[in-house]
């Protein structure tokens, strides 16, 4: 078992940028794809980034290139979301999830084996 802890979410003013944290416990996130998931009110949980074992392959949505960074930290057991230029849009919960597979990081939040409880973020403009 995995547990993920997220933090970091807050109000923030459209622009600016947050950091989100990920702490995992139980075991090493070493063996876990990683990944990052929203779900804004009244809308479908959708996928925002995810990070390969390493760290050394990463892959995003559309709506995060370019603005969105995720990192890993396996001797931390910590994965992180830097979101820069924040938008309106972006205003959701967000959680981390980890996946243990072979194959390459997923975009399907149905691959994804643990889930945290979700950290909130609002953009405000």
């Known amino acids: 078992q995995v547990q993920l802890v997220e933090s970091g979410g807050r109000l923030v003013q459209a622009g600016g940028s947050l950091r989100l944290s990920c702490a995992a416990s139980?075991?090493?996130?070493?063996?876990?794809?990683m990944g990052w998931f929203r779900q804004a009110p009244g809308k479908e949980r959708e996928f925002v980034a995810a990070?390969?074992?390493?760290?050394?392959?990463?892959y995003y949505a559309d709506s995060a290139k370019g603005r969105f960074t995720i990192s890993r930290d396996n001797p931390k057991n910590t994965v992180y979301l830097q979101m820069n230029n924040l938008k309106d849009e972006d205003t959701a919960i967000y959680y981390c999830?980890?996946?243990?597979?072979?194959?390459?990081?997923?975009?399907?939040?149905?691959?994804?084996?643990?889930w945290g409880q979700g950290t909130q973020v609002t953009v405000s403009s």
């Open positions: 990070i390969s074992l390493s760290g050394g392959s990463t």
């Open positions: 139980g075991r090493s996130i070493r063996s876990y794809h």
């Open positions: 999830a980890a996946d243990y597979s072979i194959a390459a990081p997923s975009r399907s939040s149905y691959e994804y084996d643990y």
